[in-house]
T-cell receptor, first 116, second 112 residues
Framework: GAGVSQSPRYKVAKRGQDVALRCDPISGHVSLFWYQQALGQGPEFLTYFQNEAQLDKSGLPSDRFFAERPEGSVSTLKIQRTQQEDSAVYLC??????????????FGPGTRLTVT | KNEVEQSPQNLTAQEGEFITINCSYSVGISALHWLQQHPGGGIVSLFMLSSGKKKHGRLIATINIQEKHSSLHITASHPRDSAVYICAVRRGYGGATNKLIFGTGTLLAVQP
């Protein structure tokens, strides 16, 4: 079966532009996470969805960041008025359920965003 | 101080060597994950463990909950093992508490 996919894989934006990053989780996975990975660092949590509900957005660095998952499957992370410090790899992960072995998170390949 | 610390940050080994990467954490956890990330590639889960020891091929992961410490061992290392190895912890038992807190990773280079 297909894994988690993300698009685009690479995005170059000029400072001030808006960008939209897409994540297609594994079909049927309830939980979806977005993480941000700066160069040379470990990923950091941005936001979490359980089906279509955004239950935790505590990691979003500013109000320029917005995420949605309107039908409980595909998710979009939008960054408005991009800044150079937004340059990073944005990782999406999904997991099957909420308890037990269904905790395991499956990661997409990431979108590398470069803001010039 | 980061909640998850890894050592070493960089590791160079000769093919065939036994490798150990260490992870210490300072928070209560429900599970610990070891992940592998190749340059330009996505993240692959190697192990998820909450106690004891797990083995998969040449990889072994151990955890000591009382000491808040885990190790990842690679036996008979090979150049294809070259990657970043990341330790991550999960604090809770459901929903948003399943978010992972990551270490900064260990860059492993295995030379032929």
């Amino acid at each position: 079966g297909a894994g988690v996919s993300q698009s685009p894989r690479y995005k170059v934006a000029k400072r001030g532009q808006d960008v939209a990053l897409r994540c297609d989780p594994i079909s049927g996975h309830v939980s979806l996470f977005w993480y941000q990975q700066a160069l040379g660092q470990g990923p950091e949590f941005l936001t979490y969805f359980q089906n279509e509900a955004q239950l935790d957005k505590s990691g979003l660095p500013s109000d320029r960041f917005f995420a949605e998952r309107p039908e409980g499957s595909v998710s979009t992370l939008k960054i408005q008025r991009t800044q150079q410090e937004d340059s990073a790899v944005y990782l999406c992960a999904s997991s099957r359920g909420l308890r037990g072995d269904s905790y395991e998170q499956y990661f997409g390949p990431g979108t590398r965003l470069t803001v010039t | 101080k980061n909640e998850v610390e890894q050592s070493p940050q960089n590791l160079t080994a000769q093919e065939g060597e036994f490798i150990t990467i260490n992870c210490s954490y300072s928070v209560g956890i429900s599970a610990l994950h070891w992940l592998q990330q190749h340059p330009g590639g996505g993240i692959v889960s190697l192990f998820m463990l909450s106690s004891g020891k797990k083995k998969h091929g040449r990889l072994i992961a151990t955890i000591n909950i009382q000491e808040k410490h885990s190790s990842l061992h690679i036996t008979a290392s090979h150049p294809r093992d070259s990657a970043v190895y990341i330790c991550a912890v999960r604090r809770g038992y459901g929903g948003a508490t399943n978010k992972l807190i990551f270490g900064t990773g260990t860059l492993l280079a295995v030379q032929p």
